[in-house]
């Protein structure tokens, strides 16, 4: 078992930026390719960043791309998103996630994740 704990949401205006944290305990972090996914109110859980068991290869969606980061320090057993010039459409719930890739492979479906966090709520005022 792995679990998951997020950290660092709120409110705040459009343009500003947050950094949540994830962090994870209960087995070998470095067997784990990290993710985060966002559910905003009506709408379906979306893929948000991805990052490899070592932190060398990240994948973003295109919403996000240039404006957020993926990043992990293996030493803390935790994973981060650094969300910069936020827009009122990045309100949702943000999840963390871990899951067992084959080699350095990054996971982009939900489905190829086994543990997920409780989530942390992002709202952002126009």
């Known amino acids: 078992q792995v679990q998951l704990v997020e950290s660092g949401g709120g409110l705040v205006q459009a343009g500003s930026s947050l950094r949540l944290s994830c962090a994870a305990s209960g087995r070998t972090f470095t067997n784990y390719g990290m993710g985060w996914f966002r559910q905003a109110p009506g709408k379906e859980r979306e893929f948000v960043a991805a990052i490899s068991r070592g932190g060398g290869s990240r994948y973003y969606a295109d919403s996000v791309k240039g404006r957020f980061t993926i990043s992990r320090d293996n030493a803390k057993n935790t994973v981060y998103l650094r969300m910069n010039s936020l827009k009122p459409e990045d309100t949702a719930v943000y999840y963390c996630?871990?899951?067992?890739?084959?080699?350095?492979?990054?996971?982009?479906?939900?489905?190829?994740?086994?543990?997920w966090g409780q989530g942390t709520q992002v709202t952002v005022s126009s």
């Open positions: 996630a871990a899951g067992n890739p084959v080699g350095n492979v990054i996971l982009v479906k939900a489905y190829d994740y086994s543990y």
